[in-house]
């Protein structure tokens, strides 16, 4: 559990590092650093990884969105289109991030096992 | 195991990297737009005052921006240079994306964004010779040190902007279609205007009019498409007296013109593109100052195509809207005039038929001789496509748009364009000195170098002047010329010298009180220079001179309800007499009542009527029941003037034109009125049934669509507002006053204006499209026209740039 935990948050730290220097591509590579240097086991290496980022991509977008009454989320969310339903989008922008990152992850996992012989 | 354990997950890894990362069909990149970092949530926001203290290199000195609560930046500068330079840059900063997507689509590089789709567009942008009329035009800008300092200030300061943007900053419409800005150049400034060109003095119907007089003869072309309608109410008022002018005029040339059969032209631009514009003297004026008024009709669109702008230096103070890309205020006013502009409508554009020596189209016949061609090789370069070239054959007339690789059938014949949008001129010029214009010879003196898109513009001072002059370079012709295909060998058929600039028609100070101009014919027939018609309107404008022939006094409410006028005349004159003369006998219950409804109706095209949808959805069923001879396959065809379409359906009710191709037995225009009226009564009740009541304000629709294909998400419908085509407020379905100013000439100017859009370019700002409620009400912001950068009162906030040392 305790594993999982600080897989959890250097994730989520490396994320939000590299959000500002990197493209979006960054959560993939905080995922599989964690992945690379904090193993998880069976399905945790996917999920932990994919909720770090899930929740990252989630709370970021809502910060930002709210503080502008959703204006152009709402719009993305009729582009989409998605009826105008600014959680469905805030949902998917979740999935997004978190399987990029999962996937990421689990990839991390098996260079560590690789590398361990 | 290990290993491939690690390789699927490489794959895997690989895999969701390029699914995410890459943009399929019209799915953008899924990663990339919604990585709340860099994508779409970044431009979740409204503009705000964060960014103060801006550090430009290429400024001179300081500049202030005074944002008001609109987002209207009000720029104070030290000089011209860094006016521009601010100009550029802010316009940059709250309208990127759409400054490059018009001038791309005028260069005809859409492909380049959304793929094979455009293909087709593009290459008509190029054929029409849109690169090599911002070509001609750039070098004549250049050509003048003064404009050339400021087009290169302009597009310093928009460079600044792009060059300091990030990836996450950029416009949302980058990232939809994953692309970036590439910097701006004097080019594009260049573009920017023959896109306006084209808009407005692109359309013509030539080679139409030549299918028709070798289908139906000359007698039969002069009665659909006259010269002159039987009542006229020109813009340079029938009093006007030109006999003291001396003037040069050609006859018309022996020789035949060719006539050819034509199956298909281009596209032509929206034939409402027009506008209305007035101004009253103090005589006429409750205060006795001059009012001025202006409200140009165009597609509407998001981002709209004003910005509105105060462009402030020592020396001058202006304010009005700029188009973004083109540098200086358009339409407006300073302290001391205000101007605006409407569409002249002349006829500028010809088509002659080329022969070519042989299929290498390297020479084409002319006087008894040949003449070399110049090739222009146009690449267009395309989205995940194969890059197209196409080779534009030029000849001294212009470039061959139509031949055999281009709508036309022959290799060795051509249709080339001679287009007054091509000679280049320094129009840019024009509106930089009107803004600083102080009177009469200042405004007289800044038309001078405007070529092309031809336009009147109206002048008000304030020390009391009235003005109009229909600006523009005009062909001086022989009568008839250029109304049909014309010979391209002949050396008669060229154009011979253009109308001199004094003579353009103009009226100053009229003992009438007021100007006025609405698209419709610019003088009568004692012109002394050949005229023809060329689609002129012939029903904003007669409301409009009546209007301020009613009564003695005009005030600004007087203006404003002049522009939310819905007076609708054409219905007013043909209503009526088809009512009369159609058989009700023949009406069911259900078309009865409609009829009913429709005779109760005031010919106001009011939002809350039901009269305006029955009587439009009956007109739009009568014009093709009555034009259907010219709705043919492989023959392109022009149908007549609204107005002479009415004269005829009541003057000749039994004109061979009104019978019906399709049905054996012989109609008369008493039969089309009851016919197009059960066709239209079907429409609505089918319309009813889908989509509830037939209200005017429904039933029309009204929308303001994004520039990208009108993309729901970034667009605004159902919009409550009147008019229609044809009407003073000339708003149809998605089209109408893009904007609505009033100026009155007090000491300082009062000012009111609107458009129905934003000024922000960012679907995610509340900036975006705040003006469109307003608008659609008829009504107006109050323009705060700053008197000085200190005394400014009411600011959302204040921007500094600076000079970078």
């Known amino acids: 559990m305790r594993k999982k935990l600080l897989n959890f948050i250097i994730t989520l730290v490396l994320a939000a590092?590299?959000?500002?220097?990197?493209?979006?591509?960054?959560?993939?590579?905080?995922?599989?650093?964690?992945?690379?240097?904090?193993?998880?086991?069976?399905?945790?290496?996917?999920?932990?990884?994919?909720?770090?980022?899930?929740?990252?991509?989630?709370?970021?977008?809502?910060?930002?969105?709210?503080?502008?009454?959703?204006?152009?989320?709402?719009?993305?969310?009729?582009?989409?289109?998605?009826?105008?339903?600014?959680?469905?989008?805030?949902?998917?922008?979740?999935?997004?991030?978190?399987?990029?990152?999962?996937?990421?992850?689990?990839?991390?996992?098996?260079?560590?096992?690789?590398?361990?012989? | 195991m290990k290993f491939l354990k690690f390789v699927l997950s490489l794959l895997l890894a690989l895999g969701i990297y390029y699914g995410l990362n890459t943009k399929f069909g019209s799915i953008p990149p899924l990663g990339k737009f919604?990585?709340?970092?860099?994508?779409?949530?970044?431009?979740?926001?409204?503009?705000?005052?964060?960014?103060?203290?801006?550090?430009?290199?290429?400024?001179?000195?300081?500049?202030?921006?005074?944002?008001?609560?609109?987002?209207?930046?009000?720029?104070?500068?030290?000089?011209?240079?860094?006016?521009?330079?601010?100009?550029?840059?802010?316009?940059?900063?709250?309208?990127?994306?759409?400054?490059?997507?018009?001038?791309?689509?005028?260069?005809g590089r859409i492909s380049e964004l959304i793929g094979e789709v455009a293909i087709n567009f593009d290459r008509g942008q190029r054929r029409k010779g849109m690169v090599f009329g911002a070509e001609n035009a750039l070098k004549k800008m250049q050509e003048d040190p003064e404009t050339r300092q400021f087009i290169e200030a302009y597009r310093d300061g928009a460079n600044q902007y792009i060059a300091q943007l990030d990836p996450s900053d950029y416009p949302v419409e980058y990232k939809?279609?994953?692309?970036?800005?590439?910097?701006?150049?004097?080019?594009?400034?260049?573009?920017?205007?023959?896109?306006?060109?084209?808009?407005?003095?692109?359309?013509?119907?030539?080679?139409?009019?030549?299918?028709?007089?070798?289908?139906?003869?000359?007698?039969?072309?002069?009665?659909?498409?006259?010269?002159?309608?039987?009542?006229?109410?020109?813009?340079?008022?029938?009093?006007?007296?030109?006999?003291?002018?001396?003037?040069?005029?050609?006859?018309?040339?022996?020789?035949?013109?060719?006539?050819?059969?034509?199956?298909?032209?281009?596209?032509?631009?929206?034939?409402?593109?027009?506008?209305?514009?007035?101004?009253?003297?103090?005589e006429k004026s409750y205060s006795g100052n001059t009012i001025l008024a202006n409200d140009p009709h165009l597609g509407l669109k998001l981002p709209s195509i004003w910005y509105a702008m105060q462009l402030a230096t020592p020396e001058k103070n202006t304010f009005g809207v700029s188009l973004p890309g083109a540098l200086g205020i358009i339409i407006g006013f300073n302290n001391d005039i205000s101007w605006g502009v409407t569409n002249a409508t002349r006829d500028v554009k010809d088509w002659y038929k080329i022969e070519f020596e042989n299929e290498d189209r390297n020479a084409y016949r002319y006087d008894g001789q040949l003449k070399k061609t110049t090739k222009r090789i146009e690449e267009i370069k395309v989205r995940d496509g194969k890059t197209v070239f196409d080779t534009v054959v030029y000849t001294h007339h212009g470039p061959v748009?139509?031949?055999?690789?281009?709508?036309?059938n022959s290799q060795k014949i051509g249709y080339a364009m001679q287009w007054t949008g091509h000679i280049g001129g320094n129009n840019q010029r024009?509106?930089?000195?009107?803004?600083?214009?102080?009177?009469?010879?200042?405004?007289?003196?800044?038309?001078?170098?405007?070529?092309?898109?031809?336009?009147?513009?109206?002048?008000?001072?304030?020390?009391?002047?009235?003005?109009?002059?229909?600006?523009?370079?005009?062909?001086?012709?022989?009568?008839?010329?250029?109304?049909?295909?014309?010979?391209?060998?002949?050396?008669?058929?060229?154009?011979?010298?253009?109308?001199?600039?004094?003579?353009?028609?103009?009226?100053?100070n009229p003992e009438r009180g007021f100007v006025s101009s609405a698209n419709q014919h610019p003088v009568d027939e004692s012109y002394p220079y050949y005229v023809f018609n060329d689609g002129y309107e012939t029903y904003r404008n007669r409301v409009i001179n009546d209007f301020f022939k009613s009564k003695e006094k005009f005030d600004i409410q007087d203006f404003k309800d002049l522009h939310n006028n819905n007076y609708n005349l054409k219905a007013a004159e043909l209503l009526p007499h088809m009512i009369e003369n159609m058989d009700v006998s023949a009406l069911s219950t259900e078309e009865s009542e409609m009829l009913e409804d429709l005779k109760n109706w005031d010919f106001n095209n009011d939002i809350e009527k039901i009269g305006p949808s029955i009587w439009e959805a009956w007109w739009n069923k009568l014009v093709p029941l009555t034009w259907d001879e010219l709705k043919v396959e492989d023959l392109a065809l022009a149908n007549p003037f609204q107005y002479q379409t009415v004269h005829l359906l009541k003057n000749n009710p039994d004109d061979t034109f009104m019978d019906l191709l399709d049905t054996p037995e012989k109609e008369t225009a008493k039969d089309?009125?009851?016919?197009?009226?059960?066709?239209?009564?079907?429409?609505?009740?089918?319309?009813?049934?889908?989509?509830?009541?037939?209200?005017?304000?429904?039933?029309?629709?009204?929308?303001?669509?994004?520039?990208?294909?009108a993309l729901p998400a970034f667009s605004r419908f159902d919009l409550p507002i009147g008019g229609n085509s044809g009407i003073v407020n000339a708003t149809k379905k998605d089209h109408g006053p893009s904007w609505r100013m009033i100026v009155?000439?007090?000491?300082?100017?009062?000012?009111?204006?609107?458009?129905?859009?934003?000024?922000?370019?960012?679907?995610?700002?509340?900036?975006?499209?705040?003006?469109?409620?307003?608008?659609?009400?008829?009504?107006?912001?109050e323009l705060d026209f700053m008197q000085s950068k200190d005394q400014a009162q009411n600011v959302l906030f204040t921007q500094e740039l600076n000079p970078k040392p």
């Not at chain 1, 996917?46 to 909720?51: I, K, T």
């Not at chain 1, 922008?93 to 992850?105: D, E, K, R, S």
Request: proline content about 6%; some cysteine; overall charge negative.
């Open chain 2, 430 to 508: 024009t509106f930089l000195e009107l803004n600083k214009a102080k009177d009469y010879d200042g405004y007289m003196g800044a038309l001078k170098h405007h070529v092309a898109p031809a336009q009147n513009f109206v002048f008000a001072s304030a020390t009391g002047d009235i003005a109009l002059w229909i600006q523009g370079m005009f062909p001086n012709k022989w009568e008839g010329q250029g109304k049909f295909l014309m010979d391209g060998s002949n050396p008669d058929h060229d154009w011979n010298g253009f109308i001199p600039q004094e003579h353009n028609a103009h009226i100053k």
């Open chain 2, 744 to 781: 009155e000439m007090s000491s300082p100017p009062k000012a009111f204006g609107v458009y129905p859009g934003g000024q922000s370019g960012n679907p995610g700002s509340k900036y975006y499209d705040d003006f469109i409620d307003i608008w659609a009400a008829g009504n107006y912001l």
């Open chain 2, 176 to 282: 939809l279609l994953d692309y970036s800005p590439e910097p701006w150049t004097t080019k594009k400034t260049a573009l920017l205007l023959m896109y306006m060109t084209d808009m407005l003095a692109g359309g013509d119907s030539d080679l139409e009019y030549t299918n028709f007089l070798k289908k139906y003869g000359k007698e039969r072309f002069d009665l659909l498409y006259p010269d002159f309608f039987d009542t006229i109410d020109p813009v340079i008022p029938k009093e006007r007296d030109w006999s003291d002018w001396e003037v040069l005029a050609h006859d018309i040339p022996k020789g035949e013109l060719p006539l050819d059969s034509i199956s298909e032209t281009m596209e032509k631009p929206d034939p409402d593109n027009g506008s209305n514009n007035w101004a009253v003297a103090p």
């Open chain 2, 401 to 408: 748009s139509y031949d055999s690789d281009f709508k036309g």
């Open chain 2, 34 to 107: 919604l990585d709340p970092a860099h994508g779409i949530w970044q431009n979740d926001k409204s503009e705000s005052g964060e960014t103060d203290g801006l550090e430009l290199v290429g400024l001179e000195k300081p500049v202030t921006v005074h944002y008001d609560k609109h987002l209207i930046p009000h720029v104070f500068a030290e000089n011209d240079h860094d006016l521009y330079f601010a100009q550029g840059y802010i316009t940059a900063r709250h309208r990127l994306w759409q400054m490059e997507f018009q001038t791309h689509a005028a260069a």
């Open chain 1, 17 to 117: 590092v590299f959000s500002e220097l990197l493209p979006w591509w960054g959560v993939m590579l905080a995922a599989f650093l964690s992945g690379l240097f904090i193993p998880l086991k069976r399905m945790a290496v996917f999920m932990v990884p994919f909720l770090a980022i899930a929740l990252f991509w989630i709370s970021y977008a809502y910060s930002i969105s709210s503080a502008n009454d959703f204006i152009m989320a709402k719009k993305i969310a009729v582009l989409f289109p998605l009826e105008g339903n600014v959680n469905l989008l805030l949902l998917i922008t979740g999935i997004v991030g978190g399987l990029a990152a999962g996937i990421a992850g689990v990839f991390g996992n098996q260079c560590a096992v690789l590398v361990k012989k």
């Open chain 2, 672 to 709: 089309l009125f009851l016919l197009s009226f059960k066709q239209a009564v079907q429409d609505l009740q089918a319309w009813k049934i889908k989509n509830g009541d037939i209200d005017w304000g429904d039933y029309k629709a009204t929308f303001v669509g994004h520039l990208l294909q």
